[in-house]
């Protein structure tokens, strides 16, 4: 049996004030919030973060109790885009900046009672040899999962569009490198590039945290109704997988990839009443 618990990202509504947007998730039934903290394109930006760690995690905890919400993840970007920053770059300095971000982020997190933190593993720098970019990425992902480990939270990665985990196959390898390791598991990126829902299914065996949207072929977002990503069965594999973590309604708004041409609202009650008939199917 999988025990619904469900989240909703806070840069599903990024032109609300934050305040205004934990009272929309709030209002839609929705008892958790992922916390997106991307530099220079959410509401709170790492930098931010690292500069008052223990005011804003007061802040953002008196905000969410005041909604009654708890955060079920911490998403942390380091750069505006994923090649800035990212966690294999192959600057020394820029990958110690990274590490002095993620150990502010992980006190964060653990402040607002959240055990889960979510990152990007990586991308391919063309000037790099290969061997190096990924030996990297399999380094700077160790270090956090343990950073992330020894103050009680996990660390997840997300596979993604653009990175160097573009695809299943390469995600469980990279796993196999870095064992211990988790996903926040996002079948979008997959279906967008024409792979099919089975290629995904071995992946979540390794799922921390899960991403939910529509997604199709060509459609990094969709509808629902245009919807192919095959959540009945990924609910039966969650649930098979003795899963518990959390089903994030992750719908985002933002220019790229057509990710701005869908209404949220209603494409996330329309996904949560998939997934909770889907669940109920299990009974």
């Known amino acids: ?136 990425a399999v380094e700077e992902t160790a270090w956090r999962m343990e950073t992330a480990r020894s103050a009680g939270l996990t660390y997840a990665i997300e596979a993604h569009v653009g990175s160097i985990l573009p695809d299943p196959e390469t995600t469980l390898r990279f796993i196999e490198a870095c064992p211990g390791i988790t996903l926040t598991l996002d079948y979008g990126h997959f279906a967008y590039q024409g792979m099919s829902n089975e290629s995904a299914h071995p992946l979540l065996a390794h799922a921390s945290h899960f991403h939910a949207r529509g997604g199709a072929n060509g459609q990094l977002q969709s509808t629902m109704k245009e919807n192919t990503i095959d959540y009945g069965a990924i609910v039966r594999g969650l649930a098979a997988a003795d899963y518990t973590g959390y089903l994030c309604l992750e719908y985002v708004w933002i220019d790229w990839e057509g990710c701005n041409r869908t209404d949220n609202v209603s494409e996330t009650l329309l996904l949560k009443a998939e997934l909770e008939r889907h669940i109920r199917e299990l009974s």
Request: net charge negative; proline share 8%.
């Open 1 to 136: 049996m999988l025990t619904p618990r469900f989240s909703c990202a806070d840069f599903t509504f990024p032109l609300l004030p934050h305040d205004k947007v934990l009272a929309l998730i709030q209002l839609l039934g929705i008892e958790a919030v992922d916390l997106g903290v991307f530099e220079e394109r959410s509401h709170h930006f790492p930098s931010q973060v690292r500069a008052d760690v223990k005011g804003m995690a007061e802040a953002m905890r008196s905000n969410l109790e005041q909604k009654g919400l708890t955060a079920a993840d911490v998403f942390v970007q380091t750069g505006p885009e994923p090649p800035v920053a990212a966690a294999n770059d192959p600057d020394p300095t820029v990958r110690a900046e990274n590490r002095e971000i993620l150990k502010a982020m992980v006190e964060y997190a653990a402040l607002l009672g959240c055990s889960h933190v979510t990152g990007l593993p990586g991308v391919r720098h063309e000037d790099v040899d290969p061997q190096q970019d990924w030996s990297l």
